[in-house]
C-alpha cells in the first residue's frame, strides 16, 4: 500500500492525544455509521477488504480533509452505488449536498 491512507510508520505527523476516559464516539452520527457499515457488510455480502478498498479510493483532500467516520460513510455509500442499492428518485426539494463517490474499479476483491 502506498497511498495518503496508509500513513502508518512515517514520521512528523505528532502524537495521538487520547484521554483515558475518552468516548468511543464524539458524536451521535459516528455511532450510527458505526452501525451502517457493519449493517452494509453484512447485506451486501461486502468482504472487509472491499469496504477498505472503498475508503482507498477517495480524493486525498477529501481523506485528509474529513474525520475518521466520514471516511467510513463515504465507503458504505460507495459499496452501496457500485451494488446499485441506491434508487434516485425525482422530487421537488433541492439536494443538500452532493456525494462523491470514489471512482469504480474494475477489479477489487474476488469474491471466494
Request: aromatic letters at 10%.
Amino acid at each position: 500500500m502506498d497511498g495518503v491512507h496508509d500513513l502508518g510508520w512515517l514520521d512528523g505527523f505528532g502524537s495521538v492525544e487520547h484521554q483515558a476516559s475518552e468516548p468511543l464516539f464524539d458524536e451521535a452520527w459516528e455511532r450510527r455509521m458505526f452501525r451502517a457499515m457493519i449493517g452494509a457488510i453484512n447485506t451486501l455480502a461486502t468482504p472487509g477488504g472491499k469496504f477498505r478498498h472503498s475508503i482507498e479510493r477517495m480524493d486525498p483532500a477529501h481523506y485528509l480533509s474529513s474525520p475518521y467516520y466520514e471516511h467510513w460513510l463515504t465507503g458504505v455509500s460507495t459499496l452501496a452505488v457500485e451494488a446499485g442499492s441506491p434508487h434516485r428518485r425525482t422530487s421537488n426539494a433541492a439536494p443538500v449536498g452532493a456525494f462523491h463517490s470514489p471512482a469504480p474499479t474494475a477489479v477489487c476483491c474476488p469474491m471466494t
